[in-house]
């Protein structure tokens, strides 16, 4: 990755597009190929469709140590890969190295997406000035607003104050001021503010021109979810309020096919990145890098599927609080289990049930490995659900960034922490989310128990436990297995040696 005095904006160049190509159809390629040339005529207004793909092409090209860096560091998660990338297992241990390559790479990546975003916006802008229509142009920037609000909330969530660009000249981030972890969400909460009147009112699959798209509802989640970290109690159940009383959006009724084939463009998807392979047995194929989460050794149904890497390994902690919980089909959707792993949770936890394999419900069997005792499910995709041809691991999975469960338990945070809302109560908000998965209902819920739910909900997923245990001042939690966290210190991550190097904002600070 390259430094921010490396990146430069440049509008979306594709020599291989003319300029007269019709718009007609290339929503049926991939994104990364809807560019447009330099030179560009800006009265040829139906070109400006191909600057809202870019930045949806920019937001689903997400590197795979991203994911990571942002989610590593909660009791719900371990590293896992024993042996490889000994940082990230430091920085799950909570010592932090401002040399490490991830940390570098997470940064400029996210910047690298947030400049880019800025240039799309002012050649959007140039398409209005020469008469494109106007509802067009402002929808296109709110979407795009919506994509930096959402990673504005990954940087500040990982190193608190941060710098907000304003233009696509990256020489801009030299001068500017460090906005507090505080002013940055209420940075987010705006924009979302100016981006909600010009959305669309539709889930996001119910988008023909883009679907899975950004709409009004995922403004509001992005909203939601900024607020929750000023404690902006009321905010967050407005927000959330909004979602719930638009009737769009529902639980996905089977908890394990939520991740799989069954919740591509999912009712209750309200951001999903996406990835396909155009149902073709070979050529382009627009993926994730899952490899990162998938099995060193495995005995795949569909024979010839490949591996991964043997990172992302469930804690024990919450495989032995989930069996605690009596819970079954959200432990299984969510932990994938080697023999080894069968063998050490049986020694630590005797009453361990019977059902416990190491052979999914859809045949793949995964064996022992010296990087790993268990597996992420959430993260696993069929070697079955595998286009005929295909063979990488995870090719035409999605990757779901908010869903419709977490805008239910942050409404339900909201008000158990005094908010008020007419749209749904907290016991009703929980009520749902565990009786997807067949739990009994729970009356005059409280903090703990609607932290409790998000964890056995959300373990693995964009580091939500973390930062819900931050949030609620419950770090005493993440001190476990060897670990010992310091809230005066580990909240945030240093910034980047590299990144010091070049901002003299960076350098000044003690982080």
Same mark, same amino acid.
């Given at each position: 990755?390259?430094?921010?005095?490396?990146? #430069?904006?440049?509008?979306?160049?594709?020599?291989?597009?003319?300029?007269?190509?019709?718009?007609?159809?290339?929503?049926?390629?991939?994104?990364?190929?809807? #560019?447009?040339?330099?030179?560009?005529?800006?009265?040829?207004?139906?070109?400006?469709?191909?600057?809202?793909?870019?930045?949806?092409?920019?937001?689903?090209?997400?590197?795979?140590?991203?994911?990571?860096?942002?989610?590593?560091?909660?009791?719900?998660?371990?590293?896992? +890969?024993?042996?490889?990338?000994?940082?990230?297992?430091?920085?799950? @241990?909570?010592?932090?190295?401002?040399?490490?390559?991830?940390?570098?790479?997470?940064?400029?990546?996210?910047?690298?997406?947030?400049?880019?975003?800025?240039?799309?916006?002012?050649?959007?802008?140039?398409?209005?000035?020469?008469?494109?229509?106007?509802?067009?142009?402002?929808?296109?920037?709110?979407?795009?607003?919506?994509?930096? +609000?959402?990673?504005?909330?990954?940087?500040?969530?990982?190193?608190?104050?941060?710098?907000?660009?304003?233009?696509?000249?990256?020489?801009?981030?030299?001068?500017?001021?460090?906005? @507090?972890?505080?002013?940055?969400?209420? /940075?987010?909460?705006?924009?979302?503010?100016?981006?909600?009147?010009?959305?669309?009112?539709?889930?996001?699959?119910?988008?023909?021109?883009?679907?899975?798209?950004?709409?009004?509802?995922?403004?509001? $989640?992005?909203?939601?979810?900024?607020?929750?970290?000023?404690?902006?109690?009321?905010?967050?159940?407005?927000?959330?309020?909004?979602?719930? @009383? @638009?009737?769009?959006?529902?639980?996905?009724?089977?908890?394990? /096919?939520?991740?799989?084939?069954?919740?591509?463009?999912?009712?209750?998807?309200?951001?999903?990145?996406?990835?396909?392979?155009?149902?073709?047995?070979?050529?382009?194929?627009?993926?994730?890098?899952?490899?990162?989460?998938?099995?060193?050794?495995?005995?795949?149904?569909?024979?010839?599927?490949?591996?991964?890497?043997?990172?992302?390994?469930?804690?024990?902690?919450?495989?032995?609080?989930?069996?605690?919980?009596?819970?079954?089909?959200?432990?299984?959707?969510?932990?994938?289990?080697?023999?080894?792993?069968?063998?050490?949770?049986?020694?630590? %936890?005797?009453?361990?049930?019977?059902?416990?394999?190491?052979?999914?419900?859809? +045949?793949?069997?995964?064996?022992?490995?010296?990087?790993?005792?268990?597996?992420?499910?959430? /993260?696993?995709?069929?070697?079955?659900?595998?286009?005929?041809?295909?063979? $990488?691991?995870?090719?035409?999975?999605?990757?779901?960034?908010?869903?419709?469960?977490?805008?239910?338990?942050? /409404?339900?945070?909201?008000?158990?922490?005094?908010?008020?809302?007419?749209?749904?109560?907290?016991?009703?908000?929980?009520?749902?989310?565990?009786?997807?998965?067949?739990?009994?209902?729970?009356?005059?819920?409280?903090?703990?128990?609607?932290?409790?739910?998000?964890?056995?909900?959300?373990?693995?997923?964009?580091?939500?436990?973390?930062?819900?245990?931050?949030?609620? +001042?419950?770090? $005493?939690?993440?001190?476990?297995?060897?670990?010992?966290?310091?809230?005066?210190?580990?909240?945030? %991550?240093?910034?980047?040696?590299?990144?010091?190097?070049?901002?003299?904002?960076?350098?000044?600070?003690?982080?």
């Amino acid at each position: 990755m390259k430094a921010i005095r490396n990146i #430069q904006f440049v509008a979306m160049v594709s020599i291989g597009l003319l300029l007269g190509t019709s718009c007609s159809g290339l929503l049926d390629e991939p994104l990364e190929n809807q #560019q447009i040339a330099e030179g560009t005529d800006y009265t040829q207004t139906q070109n400006m469709v191909l600057m809202l793909y870019g930045a949806y092409n920019q937001l689903y090209d997400m590197g795979w140590e991203v994911y990571p860096t942002i989610s590593v560091r909660g009791d719900d998660i371990d590293i896992g +890969g024993r042996g490889d990338q000994p940082l990230f297992a430091e920085a799950d @241990s909570f010592r932090y190295d401002r040399n490490f390559w991830a940390l570098n790479n997470a940064w400029t990546s996210l910047y690298s997406d947030l400049i880019y975003w800025q240039g799309a916006i002012e050649e959007i802008q140039k398409y209005q000035e020469a008469g494109a229509n106007q509802g067009t142009a402002q929808q296109y920037i709110a979407e795009i607003k919506v994509m930096q +609000g959402f990673e504005f909330l990954q940087l500040a969530r990982m190193w608190g104050s941060i710098l907000i660009p304003t233009t696509s000249q990256p020489s801009q981030l030299f001068n500017a001021e460090l906005s @507090s972890f505080e002013q940055v969400m209420q /940075h987010v909460s705006a924009l979302m503010d100016e981006a909600i009147p010009l959305l669309p009112t539709v889930r996001p699959n119910q988008r023909t021109d883009i679907p899975g798209g950004i709409t009004r509802y995922t403004a509001y $989640a992005v909203k939601a979810l900024a607020n929750l970290e000023l404690k902006n109690y009321p905010a967050v159940a407005e927000a959330t309020g909004q979602i719930i @009383s @638009s009737g769009l959006f529902s639980l996905e009724p089977d908890f394990y /096919h939520l991740f799989k084939l069954q919740g591509k463009l999912n009712n209750e998807n309200l951001l999903e990145l996406q990835y396909s392979d155009y149902g073709t047995p070979t050529g382009t194929s627009n993926k994730y890098l899952w490899d990162f989460f998938g099995p060193t050794s495995w005995t795949p149904a569909r024979s010839g599927s490949s591996g991964g890497w043997g990172f992302w390994e469930p804690s024990m902690k919450y495989i032995q609080f989930m069996l605690d919980r009596g819970e079954r089909e959200r432990l299984e959707a969510t932990v994938i289990f080697t023999p080894d792993g069968i063998t050490e949770l049986r020694n630590a %936890y005797p009453g361990a049930p019977s059902w416990i394999s190491n052979v999914t419900a859809d +045949g793949d069997q995964f064996n022992n490995s010296v990087r790993t005792k268990f597996y992420s499910g959430k /993260h696993y995709w069929p070697s079955t659900m595998l286009t005929q041809g295909r063979t $990488a691991y995870g090719e035409n999975k999605n990757f779901t960034c908010i869903r419709y469960a977490e805008v239910l338990l942050i /409404h339900a945070e909201a008000l158990v922490n005094g908010a008020t809302s007419s749209a749904m109560t907290a016991d009703a908000a929980v009520n749902e989310v565990r009786g997807r998965v067949g739990l009994g209902p729970l009356s005059s819920v409280t903090l703990d128990q609607v932290l409790d739910e998000k964890l056995a909900e959300f373990a693995g997923e964009w580091g939500i436990r973390f930062y819900d245990l931050v949030r609620n +001042g419950r770090t $005493a939690e993440l001190s476990y297995g060897g670990r010992t966290y310091d809230a005066a210190t580990d909240r945030f %991550y240093p910034y980047p040696l590299q990144q010091q190097d070049i901002l003299p904002q960076l350098r000044d600070q003690n982080q």
